[in-house]
């Protein structure tokens, strides 16, 4: 039995090379190998979840993930309410907290990421108000296709503040310190999206990277063998297979 693991792919309508390449991989190491998935958020660049509205880009990647042995989507801050609009009628799991997996072996803690820097006191506060009712009402009155809208530019304008997500390592080096001290509090291995660090620490955290730079995913063997991969058409790549740190830049790799 395999696991993999993804965060922060952020498809849309617009991003059709990399909804290409992410599902190819979901059709040739997953659902070829009969192995389990589990995304660790932001699977979209924007969705806010209304009751039985599933666009069609959305619902097109959700019937290849449901063909995995087994498929779990932890929600993200770009990915909000996912249970609201699938109700009971997909067979991939989703939550919108933290969860401990027993794998290989070991105790994986895995969580998106947004909330392990408690010092961003103003984001928390707006992701309160996204998630509780202003945040259901105001998305009710707008509708799909608006919300999808205003959130994908609001996502673009966020990463092009932040030099972007090909302008540096990650989030910022506030937050992965965040994160390593998130981690070292935890006898869990922890494993965390949102970042869009790509890495393995010593604290026993893992950062699962994002499909902007990396194509990055991590897999775990029943027998306990780990590694972060990069997808490749020509062969994926072995990362890193211990705590040594961040990886580069694919350009520089």
Do not use: K
Request: aromatic share 10%; charged share 25%; net charge negative.
């Amino acid at each position: 039995m395999t696991t993999y693991f993804v965060s922060d792919v952020h498809l849309g309508p617009d991003t059709f090379a990399r909804t290409e390449r992410f599902l190819r991989f979901v059709e040739q190491r997953v659902v070829a190998q009969h192995a389990d998935l589990v995304v660790v958020g932001d699977l979209f660049d924007w969705w806010y979840g209304l009751p039985g509205e599933v666009p069609r880009d959305v619902r097109r990647v959700a019937d290849v993930l449901s063909r995995a042995r087994s498929a779990l989507w932890i929600e993200g801050n770009h990915d909000v309410h996912i249970g609201r609009a699938f109700g009971d009628a997909s067979s991939i799991a989703h939550t919108a907290d933290a969860v401990d997996l027993e794998l290989g072996g070991r105790t994986l803690h895995v969580a998106h990421g947004d909330l392990v820097d408690r010092s961003q006191r103003g984001y928390l506060a707006f992701r309160a108000l996204l998630r509780g009712p202003p945040g259901r009402i105001a998305a009710r009155t707008l509708g799909t296709r608006v919300t999808r809208a205003i959130g994908s530019l609001a996502a673009r304008r966020s990463r092009h503040v932040q030099g972007g997500v090909d302008g540096h390592d990650g989030l910022s080096d506030g937050w992965l310190s965040a994160a390593r001290d998130y981690a070292a509090e935890r006898e869990a291995l922890v494993i965390l999206g949102h970042g869009h660090w790509l890495g393995w620490w010593s604290e026993g955290l893992i950062c699962l990277g994002d499909w902007f730079a990396h194509d990055s995913y991590l897999r775990v063997d029943d027998d306990g063998a780990m590694g972060l991969w990069g997808f490749r058409p020509e062969g994926d790549v072995l990362l890193r297979e211990g705590p040594a740190g961040a990886v580069p830049r694919r350009s520089a790799l």
